[in-house]
């Protein structure tokens, strides 16, 4: 069964601090996303990644940064944490191709005061 | 415009019951549809493709109108463990990136 696992359920951070969240997969997938989910506007993706160091900015990379130096492990840094960064944030990956499941980490909830 | 766009919800239906949802998209070069259900607090999780001739899954039945861009999903004889919000999602001409509709609440009540 396929595995993804993101670093920390809960979060809590202050305003200007650096953020970095892990996402780890198990299942050697080619691509893998973060996304954000806030209520009424669904899951934005925010970078996604189809191969080691590699990176294409989604819909919304302002104030976000990846990283992918190791095919299994996805790490999303918020350079500079701001309170309209507060959502929940969530990990998947797929293998490459046209109709592909994605499979999800349970997911980030950060809070920045 | 948002690229997907679902009816918030809540659906609230008794066990038993037929419901179904709809979805819109905006962009026609959208070339392949899923749904997803996510339950409070979790992950999203792939419910069943669809596909354009329409395709069933047990009580779950998905269809495609690519004349008038939108996706269906019904559920006949609902049960409560159907209570979730359903997501919508599309991908485009580039095979990486997919748009989520922001979701259809359902509750089953006994």
């Known amino acids: 069964d396929v595995k993804v696992t993101q670093s920390s359920r809960y979060l809590v951070k202050r305003t200007g601090e650096k953020v970095f969240l892990e996402c780890v997969q198990d299942?050697?997938?080619?691509?893998m996303f973060w996304y954000r989910q806030d209520p009424g506007l669904g899951l934005r993706l925010i970078y996604f990644?189809?191969?080691?160091?590699?990176?294409e900015k989604g819909d919304i990379p302002e104030g976000y940064s990846v990283s992918r130096e190791k095919k299994e492990r996805f790490s999303l840094i918020l350079e500079s944490a701001s309170t309209n960064q507060t959502s929940m944030y969530l990990c998947?990956?797929?293998?490459?191709?046209?109709?592909?499941?994605?499979?999800f980490g349970p997911g980030t909830r950060l809070t920045v005061t | 415009r948002k690229e997907v766009e679902q009816d918030p919800g809540p659906f609230n239906v008794p066990e038993g019951a037929t419901v179904a949802f709809n979805c819109t998209y905006s962009?026609?070069?959208?070339?392949?549809f899923f749904w997803y259900r996510q339950d409070c607090r979790k992950e999203p999780k792939l419910l069943m493709s669809v596909y354009s001739s329409g395709n069933e899954d047990g009580r779950f039945t998905a269809q495609l109108n690519r004349a008038s861009q939108y996706i269906s999903l019904l559920i006949r004889d609902s049960k409560l463990s159907d209570s979730a919000t359903y997501l919508c999602v599309v991908n485009l001409y580039n095979f990486n990136k997919f748009y989520f509709g922001s979701g259809t609440k359902l509750n089953v009540k006994p």
């Open positions: 990644s189809y191969d080691v160091k590699m990176k």
């Open positions: 998947a990956s797929s293998r490459p191709g046209r109709i592909i499941k994605q499979y």
């Open positions: 962009n026609s070069a959208s070339q392949s």
């Open positions: 299942m050697d997938h080619e691509n």
